[in-house]
C-alpha cells in the first residue's frame, strides 16, 4: 500500500506508514513531526477514517508546508 507524498505539488510514491517523502518529512518542524507521529498510527487505518487528532496535525503540516513554498517563489 502507497500513497503520495502529503506535500502539496510533491509527487514521490511513499509507503502507508509514511507521511510524505523523507526531504519532506525532514522539512517539517519537530514539534508537527512529533504530533503527527502520535496520531499517525491511530490514524490511518483507512484513509477514509482518519481521526481528528491526525487531520489536524496534518492540515497544520500542509499550512506550514504552503508557507515554505510560497517562500520560495
Ligand atoms: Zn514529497
Request: no cysteine; net charge neutral.
Given at each position: 500500500?502507497?500513497?503520495r507524498c502529503r506535500w502539496p505539488g510533491c509527487t514521490a510514491i511513499v509507503g502507508n506508514d509514511l507521511w510524505g517523502c523523507k526531504p519532506h518529512w525532514r522539512a517539517?518542524?519537530?514539534?508537527?513531526?512529533a504530533w503527527i507521529g502520535r496520531s499517525y498510527r491511530y490514524?490511518?487505518?483507512t484513509d477514509t477514517?482518519?481521526?481528528a487528532s491526525y487531520v489536524r496535525a496534518?492540515?497544520?503540516a500542509i499550512a506550514?508546508?504552503?508557507?515554505?513554498?510560497?517562500g520560495r517563489h
Open positions: 500500500m502507497s500513497h517539517l518542524p519537530d514539534s508537527l513531526r490514524g490511518m487505518d477514517h482518519p481521526t496534518h492540515r497544520a506550514f508546508a504552503r508557507e515554505v513554498e510560497r
